[in-house]
């Protein structure tokens, strides 16, 4: 290894990053961790050998607890003058962030471990050490865990010593603390501690009572604010680290001079003072004032609050905070409900809160003795089209909102308000993308002569409202929020129209909907043993395809094309120049073949039957969609077994890790593959980049083979699986596809990669159980089994503090 890289990644005279050079080898074996504010906060792992920096980038940070598994991405090689280095990279460099030193020392081999020299070990990726630090002490292991020629990814493992703890460590707060549940919070609560917080039930009516308290109702984001030490850590009500969002609120905190847990509201306020929630989630990128109205303390300076009344612990609050200008107390009035409600109202809060004055704290339950009580209501609603502004035609005036009821979409108004200028332009700009031709309602709506343009409807949005009319409607809606996409809903199949015409050619036209699909050879036998046509094929993937395409629209595809049958020689297709007028594409720059790439996208019935009479017998298609490429909607463990292996036992992989996932609490559906195993897939509410999904999905993997070690291995070399089953991670990666769900497989007989009841995994199983000439029975009776897998609001860092416990 040698410095190149690092070079061309600097430009040294706008870093303040040593320049360095390599150094001749040394006796001294030093480490640094460096704590690196960059896009993403991260640690940077960096140890001396042969002359420079070997290192590595841990998101998580280091753990003291040998059954943490961090991952550690290798990295360039830094120069040894990088052991001091700290400070901030300037915006526009490589790197770009605030870097301190969290932990520094020497280390050397651990020689009970192996006897090879640590060249040999980071080359052969098995490097077993002994540090000896400031915070990072003992015995550790880094193992590679892909091939060189890969982005590198280790992990790096605690091992079990004198120094090694068994709770929750997190490198964040610097302190090892027990996550033990509420009954023993009251002794061993102190700043670190990842909990939940009090929650509120709501009640309709505001009342009056001397034993209430009554606050202003923010409307924010729920903050848990840790500092210990001068510390911080900003915990959200999930668990989700805010240090970085709210660093302007991390810096201010940090003057505070007690140990101290405080519980409120980060809001973003306007000239008026009042919260503006749509502002904030684009915070910093936002106008308004940051604010964060504490209105209670959970723990101050080695003692517990919890069991002293709600009262007692606001009346300390002023004295832990003092005059800071973001951090505010939030203050209340006791008894008068009623009247602070009506001035919350007329200044446009969304409402009050009220408190029992001498409540204690329930850690993470929601209880009766604090209620919120609104002046507006709010409803997710789904987009289900558009009218345009009587100003121009290129800003939305107003949005047709719809709801299901009983599996039917009904409409519920149109909300006009809640828009500035530049957010009518981007949604219309945003929706258009979703137009179709026809009312997505069955009956006509009442749109008062306005032009109207209606979508597809997979797009959420969060609305306030005054009341509902006598016919369902929202009376005065207000938008609040634009969510994220949906699919998956429940849509009745239509009626594909469909006709069929001889061209000029000696080829065949189909008419579906409207669009015209050329299509041959109808006769050709793609299944030879089985006689099965591609005729066949057509016929199938137009019966199937209102319960396909959900899975399939604004997904780019990979083509596997087999345009002579299963037996014949087939190739994969990515690119697409010459299509018809009316099929969708997405271009994506591709960095291996250096120029974008055209994908088809399957958009509608005809897309689809284009791409079966181009010999697509599978389906292929990603696991994101094109608003949000770098993020999949689901992640995928796919179950491979070696050849002549009992499907029984991939039964048995498939229902360990349901049961890990029921433990968990994670939602997750199975498919049968079509061809040897089996597919689990884990919703992912598209939130999460491949990376986080991939790295997710191997921590699962990793505690299946700790359970079942005979059994399965996450070993990518067919000759050192050793007859065991694969559990295939890397399915998880930008581009990269399984096929779909209801989607035909190359394979003897036609058989369907179909969904499953998780219950309906048997010993009598096969992978090939379900075939293409009987399946659409199966749907018709059991419907999408997949139908639902968006509407999963999944969270991952709840997920990983389940798993550390």
Known sequence: MNLKQYYDKRNFEKTP?????????????????????????????????????????????????????????????????????????????????????????????????????????????NIKLNFYGSKIRGRFALVRTTSKNDTEQWLLLKKKDEYAITTFYDAETLVPISTTRKKKFATQLKPGSILQPMLASSTKDIFNDPNYIFELKWDGYRVLAHITNGKILLQSRNGINYNIKFSKLYDELATIEHDVILDGEVVLVDSNGVSQFGELQNYPDSTGELRYYVFDMLYLNGHSMLDLKLIERKSLINDVIGDLTITQYCDHIEGMGTALFEKAIEAGMEGVMAKEQNSNYAVGSRTEKWLKVKGVQSTDAIICGFTESANSPELIGSLILGQYQQDKLKYIGNCGTGFTDKSRKELQLLLSKYEVNENVFKNKIPLKGRISHWTQPILECEVTFSELTKNGLLRNPVLKRIKSEILNIPIEPKNTEVSIKKSTSSKEVITIDGLKVPISNLDKIYWPESKITKFNLIDYYLNISDYLLPHLIDRPQNLHRHPNGIHQESFYQKDNDYLPDWFETVSVYSKSSEREINYLMCQ????????????????????????????????????????????????????????????????????????????????????????????????????????????????????????????????????????????????????????????ELNNKLTPRHFKMKDYITRIKEQGDLFKKISEVNFDMNNALMQIDK
Not at 69 to 85: I, S
Not at 604 to 624: H, R, V
Not at 641 to 665: G, Q, T, Y
Request: proline share 6%.
């Open 604 to 759: 509608n019935t005809a897309s689809l039957i284009y791409m079966a009479n181009l010999g697509c017998i599978e389906i292929n298609p990603w696991s994101s969609r094109k608003l949000s490429l770098d993020k999949p909607d689901y992640g995928i463990i796919d179950l491979d077994p070696p050849k002549n292996m009992a499907f029984k036992k991939v039964v048995e992989v498939a229902k360990e890790f349901h049961k890990i996932l029921s433990d968990l609490k994670i939602e997750s559906f199975c498919k049968l593959s079509g061809s040897k195993g089996i597919h689990i897939y884990l919703p992912m509410s598209t939130k999460y980049s491949y990376e986080e999904v991939r790295n997710f999905i191997k921590l699962l993997c990793l505690l299946v083979e700790e359970r079942l070690p005979e059994l399965t291995t996450l070993e990518r070399s067919i000759n050192k699986r050793k007859g065991r089953i694969y559990l295939d991670y890397l399915q998880n990666r930008r581009g990269h596809t399984i096929a779909s769900v209801h989607s035909v497989r190359p394979i003897a007989e036609a058989p369907i990669s179909a969904p499953l009841h998780w219950q």
């Open 17 to 125: 990053e040593p320049k360095g050079e390599l150094q001749p080898v040394s006796n001294n074996q030093r480490f640094v961790i460096q704590r690196h504010a960059a896009s993403r906060l991260h640690y940077d792992l960096r140890l001396e050998i042969n002359g420079t920096l070997k290192s590595w980038a841990i998101p998580k940070g280091p753990s003291m607890n040998p059954t943490d598994k961090r991952l550690a991405v290798r990295t360039e090689d830094h120069p040894l003058e990088y052991l001091t280095f700290h400070g901030t990279i300037p915006k526009g460099n490589y790197g770009a962030g605030h870097m301190i030193i969290w932990d520094t020392g020497t280390f050397e081999v651990d020689t009970k471990e192996t006897d090879k020299e640590l060249s040999e070990q980071l080359a052969i990726g």
